[in-house]
């Protein structure tokens, strides 16, 4: 009971969750299943059992992502603190925060006192995660907030060290399109003061049949995280998605550079989702796109960054450049600084 007492005392906790409003969401699939060709936003992926889903393909043979940015980051996370020196460090789509414990090894090292954020759309995972890491690290002070990243930026709650670092993991950044993406890194540039950090992991070109194998597992198991977004659909607005008359569909797109994840019809169907008022129609093969993935360039990337007053400061890649890491850093604009 001590034990616990003082880690609830470490741990606070921040649900935006319910700022989301129905209308939004509503509008948000009711346009991606009444366009032609048909979308659905990839953040309807994480419910529970969809992030416990990912966590699995992040184990995955084929699924080279994650083991190569946390190779990176076993490499050069203690360079990372020393370059930003002492930081609340605040993470959007925290999962798990399995990469994340190494940036929070190397801060320890350099801070007395470790204050992380945590920031996931799934409430369960990240409950689970946060109790995990006050057990392993006794000097840290938590702050879980259950929210979209959208949500969060809005509200990033002020530095108590010297500094914020917004780490940005796993190339979620390649789920944004163009627009999204410069949406995106203003939303940041507005959430950080001149002189703090953001931290971007993405992933890179490479051969095809190497990315392609990473979204389509020997396993099965992307096709399963890939179905489980009919699943939290049918909870969440009561709705009557029938899994077996869908196939997985993952394919590299060589023009925009990006992976698709597609489900397609394998039947001519109806369905309904009642919480919406919505009824759609799909023929035989035609296919719903649950998710984008970019494959980025550096330079060109860097470019973007620095359009919006994040100067990238250092680029880290594994030997075979599969993926980088971004440190940048906010710059002043206009008068805000003498």
């Known amino acids: 009971m001590k034990t616990e007492q003082k880690e609830n005392s470490r741990l606070r906790w921040i649900d935006l969750n319910p ?45 080279y992502p994650t083991r190569t940015e946390q190779a990176i980051l076993e490499t050069y996370a203690a360079e990372i603190a020393q370059m930003t020196g002492s930081c609340n460090l605040i993470e ?28 996931d759309v799934s409430s369960g995972i990240l409950k689970t995660t946060a109790l995990d890491l006050l057990r392993q690290y006794p000097k840290l002070k938590l702050c879980g907030v259950a929210g979209t990243y959208e949500q969060a930026l809005a509200q990033l709650p002020p530095a108590e060290l010297e500094n914020r670092l917004l780490i ?11 627009e999204q993406c410069n949406k995106f890194f203003t939303q940041v540039q507005q ?27 020997s396993q099965g198991i992307t096709a399963a995280f890939n179905l489980n977004i009919l699943n939290h659909l049918n909870q969440k607005f009561q709705g009557n998605f029938f899994l077996n008359n869908f196939a997985h569909w993952a394919f590299y797109n060589q ?49 973007v960054l620095e359009s919006h007053s994040l100067q990238a400061l250092q680029v880290w890649t594994d030997p075979k450049a599969w993926f980088g890491l971004i440190l940048c850093q906010r710059q002043c604009i206009n008068t805000e600084c003498p």
């Not at 129905?22 to 979308?39: H, R």
């Not at 940005?168 to 163009?178: C, E, H, P």
Request: hydrophobic share 40%; with cysteine.
């Open 19 to 63: 700022a989301i409003a129905s209308v939004d969401e509503s509008t948000d699939i009711i346009a991606g299943l009444t366009q032609n060709p048909k979308t659905l936003p990839c953040r309807y992926f994480y419910d529970d059992r969809g992030s416990e889903l990912f966590e699995q393909i992040c184990d995955l043979k084929e699924y």
């Open 92 to 119: 959007l789509g925290s999962g798990s925060s399995r990469k994340t414990r190494l940036l929070l090894e190397a801060y320890s090292e350099i801070v007395q006192e470790l204050e992380y954020y945590p920031i």
């Open 255 to 303: 023009i925009d550079n990006q992976i698709e994840m597609h489900l397609r019809s394998l039947t001519q169907q109806t369905v309904v989702l009642e919480a919406l008022d919505l009824e759609i129609s799909l023929q035989a093969g035609e296919t719903i796109r649950t998710e984008i993935s970019r494959k980025f360039h550096i330079p060109t990337l860097i470019s």
């Open 168 to 178: 940005f993991l796993g190339s979620t950044l390649g789920n944004l399109n163009d």
């Open 191 to 217: 959430a950080l003061k001149p002189g703090e950090f953001f931290l971007l992991g993405v992933d890179l070109q490479k051969p095809i049949e190497i990315i392609e194998a990473a979204y389509n597992d």
